[in-house]
């Protein structure tokens, strides 16, 4: 039963960082496309989002070890 705890929380978190970093470039590229003399601080924000939309699968990692510890 733990292993499918922790592999559906991996799972469920990579799945969600990916369609939430796919969601922030494909809007940053819109941005940079309507307004290209906002490139630099599009792609800033979008590197900060996407930094904290990846914590979201490490944060799932570690949830799936307390599971399995258990």
């Given amino acids: 039963m733990g292993i499918l705890a922790a592999a559906i929380a991996v799972g469920l978190g990579a799945l969600g960082a990916?369609?939430?970093n796919g969601l922030i470039v494909g809007r940053t590229?819109?941005?940079i496309a309507r307004q290209p003399e906002l490139?630099?601080?599009?792609?800033?924000?979008?590197f900060i989002g996407i930094g904290l939309v990846e914590a979201l699968p490490i944060i799932g990692v570690v949830i799936g070890f307390i599971a399995l510890a258990r």
């Fill in 39 to 46: 490139k630099g601080t599009l792609q800033t924000t979008m």
């Fill in 29 to 31: 590229v819109e941005g």
């Fill in 18 to 20: 990916g369609i939430g």
